[in-house]
């Protein structure tokens, strides 16, 4: 009995090596994980199902009376994302157009639902990230298209309404299903809260297991170019989250929404760039949007850690 409480905190303590070495894992051994290759939808609802038995009706109503840290949040991710994106696109990969072509999709999609997740996990403002996401979703149609055009030259259409469908069914629906169970059964979701932030982390292994396992003959193809593209995508990922953190704090933005806007800034949806990418570019213009995910939730991971970390240590106070 005490070995199956602790391996919830074994599992949250050591997050980034468990994301890294499952990675590692569906790279090695990518066919024993086709049978669950089709279910990364259904991991992800999960996770937002789980969200919603947590989320109060506090948090939601707190969103829509503030709105201005969901603008704040939106203007961050699409301005500095978007900057160090093409920045790094034409400094590391200048002669090769298919590699840019992926940095530069990687970086103009909507926000990824990873960081929906630790915000969850790092005690941000679920509400809140949920939120620009949703406006993320609602403007990419526009912005993606036309800055992909307006970089390197090629129109990329994004089906708007597929787009948005697949956000209902996997965020809305999900997370509205947790809402009314935590409204219809109080006492019986009470029971289960506790044990919300280790089920998602158990889903979202099974997305990296996933999609990992389904992207390993690309990311086995062009191997010799992997060392390259993680340096450029750890720098699209780190510099945008901690220029939204240090910009929100700036801004004296208050905690909990400076966490959602963090992870808001730095994660994008990478499964929705490797798709694209497949469909107008090439095999290799998707490997950084798969690289650029491992990335993400990895530095995702351990800055969740941080905040989780920060968030249970004891306000130390001085009496005069």
Known sequence: MRLLSAIPALISRFLPLWILGLSLIAYVIPNVFSPIQGLTGICLGAIFLFMGMSLSTEQIMGVIKQPKYAFIGISLKWIIMVIVTIIIAFTFFANNSELASGIILAGTVPSGTSANIYTFIAGGEVALSITMATLDTIISPLLTPTLVQASVGKVVPVDFFALFINIIWIVFVPL?????????????????KPYTGFLSQLALFAVVLSVISKAQPALQ????????????????????????????????????????????????????????????FSSLAAVPAVANMIVNLTIGAIVAKVFEKRRSQPVMTTTS
Request: glycine residues 4%; positive net charge; contains cysteine.
């Open 221 to 280: 193809d062009n191997m010799a170019m992997l060392p390259l593209i993680f340096v450029a995508v750890i720098l699209q990922v780190s510099i945008p989250m901690f220029s939204g953190y240090y910009i929100s704090k700036v801004l004296k933005v208050p905690r909990v929404n400076m966490i959602a806007i963090t992870f808001h800034t730095g994660i994008c949806n990478t499964a929705l760039s490797a798709t694209l990418a497949m469909e107008h």
């Open 176 to 192: 509205f299903i947790g809402l009314f169970l935590q409204w219809k059964f109080p006492k019986r979701i009470a029971v289960v």
